[in-house]
């Protein structure tokens, strides 16, 4: 019988996403649910409907509902840190050293 050899053996799965190039797109991804889930948390902790945030930062109901898609990860951080505000919180962005 013959053995297979893992070329990956050891390495993580970081290292495999990278090599595949799509480290980032799955770290994007990962920390827009974060931030959706959150957001949609703190509004229902505070009894904030869609609709009542979406007037307060003067937009429609739809835009609101692309910033907590918990998939799209094209919002700006303008836009994000807005909505964080308009629920009484901030966005804290950090970036850690790999």
Do not use: P, W, Y
């Not at 893992?6 to 799965?13: A, I, K």
């Not at 902790?45 to 835009?63: F, Y």
């Not at 907590?68 to 308009?86: G, K």
Request: charged share 25%; aromatic share 2%.
């Amino acid at each position: 019988m013959r053995k297979t050899i893992n070329s990956r053996h050891g390495s993580n799965f970081d290292d495999f996403l990278r090599d595949e190039g799509l480290l980032e797109t799955v770290e994007a991804a990962a920390l827009k649910k974060v931030i959706a889930v959150a957001l949609a948390t703190t509004m229902k902790k505070k009894h904030v409907s869609v609709a009542t945030l979406a007037r307060r930062l003067g937009t429609s109901r739809a835009a609101v509902n692309r910033v907590l898609d918990e998939q799209n990860t094209s919002i700006t951080l303008h836009t994000l840190t807005r909505a964080a505000s308009a629920v009484g919180c901030r966005l804290k962005l950090e970036i850690v050293a790999a």
